[in-house]
């Protein structure tokens, strides 16, 4: 993905990148970035001598996506420190989300009837190629026993797996990332132009079992913003959109009509005026900061520690000894204000 970027400070060198100048910035799929086509560095080198771009008036953090969104509701501190910060992380890799990855991969070709056209990631550094082995199994054995997937098989309409969709401002649909508000990829698509039905899925690995899954159902929200967009796209007045839990063999679904959408995007404005408004950015703290990738930064808990040994009341015990960043003389609150006035510049 190409983005553009704003120079901070001068880099070693290269001569022709003054500050503040606009350049454009690929980030690869190894994780690496090419800088204006042609220079080829690392994540640390590209956060300490750029910034992303603003590509929209008054909205500092845009493009959003529920991700993004959902980051602050859990925890302010921890959107801070991933989308406003960036401090140099060694990020470790994750066999569920690798899992989730070669789920997802699987599905997209199958429904398509292009399974044959699939082929491996070479990406991958978690799953061992006796784990990916294991994980397609799985996923080809759902495609071919699911109940719930051979209906959406079954169902009438063009197929869309991937599909990528852009908000803009007022939340109506626009045609590119530097028009956007909100980003965001529909898992599948169907849609029957001829009966105008409208079909959205996501498909989700983990979950503990299709009981916990029905008593503690996943918060809508993400399904809700495909709504809005697949409303104005198509002029869908009737959408049936759904999770589907690939290795429960569940399905949780949600139903949207044209009188919805009104204050669905009253929602959505409401929630990403809060998250542009915020000054403060709190903590949050739970048992989640065991797993998060900022608690080195945030807290001082060694990041290589196995996140299962570390408890709810050692995170409480750590936090009540973290200075507290209102301190007038705190060299991390002086370090803090100047990345948060970069940020909001």
Known sequence: MIRKYICIAEYPNVSKFTINDIIEIEKLDDGDYIIDGAIKTNRDMVYKHFKIAPHLPNFTFAPFSHSKMETWASCPKKFEWNYIIKPP????PSPILEKGTLFHGI??????DKLDQFELPDTFKALTKKDAETIIGQALDFAETSANYLW???LRGVKIPEQEMFLGPDLTPVETLDEA????????????EESGACY????????????DLKKWPKPKDQLELYAIWANQALGAKYIETAFVYVEHDHMAKYVFEEKDIKSLKKKFKDKINN??????FDKNLSQLC?????????????NTRDPRTITKDEIMSVAKGTPK??????????FLDKIRSKAKS
Request: overall charge negative; proline content about 0%; glycine content about 6%.
């Open 200 to 211: 959205i899925f996501d498909w989700k690995t983990g979950g503990k079992s299709k009981e």
């Open 275 to 280: 998250i542009e408004n915020d000054k403060k």
């Open 290 to 302: 065991a797993w998060c990738d900022f608690k080195q930064n945030c807290l001082g808990i060694d």
């Open 89 to 92: 992380r060694i990020e470790m």
């Open 325 to 334: 960043e209102n301190k007038s003389n705190s060299k991390n609150t002086a």
């Open 152 to 154: 959406i098989k079954t």
């Open 181 to 192: 508000l909100v980003r965001g990829f529909i898992d599948l698509l169907i849609y029957d």
């Open 107 to 112: 599905l997209e070709f199958d429904m398509v």
